[in-house]
């Protein structure tokens, strides 16, 4: 089981807007920066946000991040049925030579 | 423009050598603010870090697979190579290599290669 903890699943309409949370600790999301990526069914992962609330190149402003202690979040509003997809957090841990990715949480566009 | 692709075996048995490799083109493994890393995803599950080489050729490996990986490159040809030891039908995943950039404490995988499936089974 991962050490940063999100939700295993969010569903929301579309047009809404929906919330996934991160969870940590002062090792980890406390002291280093968050990334975010996108992974939808099939493909590779996609880096979506990087350094905590930086949109990675082409990602839409719908899309924004955000950090506050040891939790991150990843927002996305005006939700489409493109975003139905697995989003992971991501971030280095003082006690690890590398990254540490969150479980994941599947996306569903109802 | 960064691409990455995997290469390798996609069926190996109990107790083989998995070995991937790594091409790149787009960017070069020469410093060590630039790395290559490995992730793998068993099926339905999550992202899972495995090594990172860097440009300076420090490496860094996950610590609960520490024993049975080693990580290479070679700048010239532009790529990298992950050997895992012992493989067992844990070990069957979907392997991404991916392009660690950034600056100062501020690092990510910015582009990941397509993965490469590998069972694991007799």
């Known amino acids: 089981q991962s050490v940063l903890i999100q939700p295993p699943s969010a569903s929301a309409t579309p047009g809404q807007r929906v919330t996934i949370s991160c969870s940590g600790s002062?090792?980890?999301?406390?002291?280093?920066?968050v990334n975010w990526y996108q992974q939808v069914p099939g493909t590779a992962p996609k880096l979506l946000i990087y350094a905590n609330d930086q949109r990675s190149s082409g990602v839409p402003d719908r899309f924004s991040g955000s950090k506050s202690g040891t939790s991150a979040s990843l927002a996305i509003s005006g939700l489409q049925s493109e975003d139905e997809a697995a989003y992971y957090c991501a971030a280095w841990d003082a006690s690890l030579p590398g990254p540490m990715f969150g479980g994941g949480t599947k996306l569903t566009v109802l | 423009q960064i691409t990455l692709k995997e290469s390798g075996p996609t069926l190996v048995k109990p107790t083989q050598t998995l070995t991937l490799t790594c091409t790149f083109s787009g960017f070069s493994l020469s410093t060590s603010a630039v790395g290559v890393g490995w992730i793998r995803q068993p099926p339905g599950e999550a992202l899972e870090w495995l090594a990172l080489i860097y440009g300076d050729d420090d490496k860094r490996y996950s610590p609960s697979l520490r024993s049975r990986l080693t990580i290479t490159k070679d700048t010239s040809r532009n790529l990298v190579v992950l050997t895992l030891t012992a493989m067992d039908p844990a070990d069957t995943a979907t392997y991404y290599c991916?392009?660690?950039?950034?600056?100062?404490?501020?690092?990510?995988?910015?582009?990941w290669g397509q993965g490469i499936l590998v069972t694991v089974s007799s």
């Open positions: 002062s090792s980890n999301i406390g002291t280093h920066v």
């Open positions: 991916a392009h660690r950039t950034g600056s100062g404490s501020q690092y990510y995988f910015a582009s």
